[in-house]
């Protein structure tokens, strides 16, 4: 199944497209809308995640989890919370 679509303008500039995601599980749908850019003609593109949800049940998430879990960052705090 195709997430996405897309048609770009008709322009002579190269299209350099910024895809701001407001969250970040697998990847999956963001890099789907890259690949669709792309495929349309886009030169690059760019992703920004603003938020990301790490399953700790989920055995590849494991490394990452070890990672953080004696540093400063609490995955289970929004930063947009923090003072």
């Known amino acids: 199944m195709d997430w ?10 190269p299209v350099r497209a910024l895809v701001i995601d ?16 792309k495929q349309a003609g886009a030169e690059r593109v760019a992703i920004v995640v603003l938020g990301r949800h790490v399953n700790p049940d989920h ?12 540093s400063i960052f609490d995955p289970a705090v929004c930063a947009a919370e923090l003072d």
């Open 59 to 70: 055995p590849p998430s494991a490394p990452l989890l070890a990672a953080i879990r004696n």
């Open 4 to 13: 996405f679509a897309a048609e770009l303008p008709d322009r002579r500039e």
């Open 22 to 37: 407001d969250t970040w599980t697998t990847g999956a749908r963001a890099q789907s809308l890259a690949y669709a850019l």
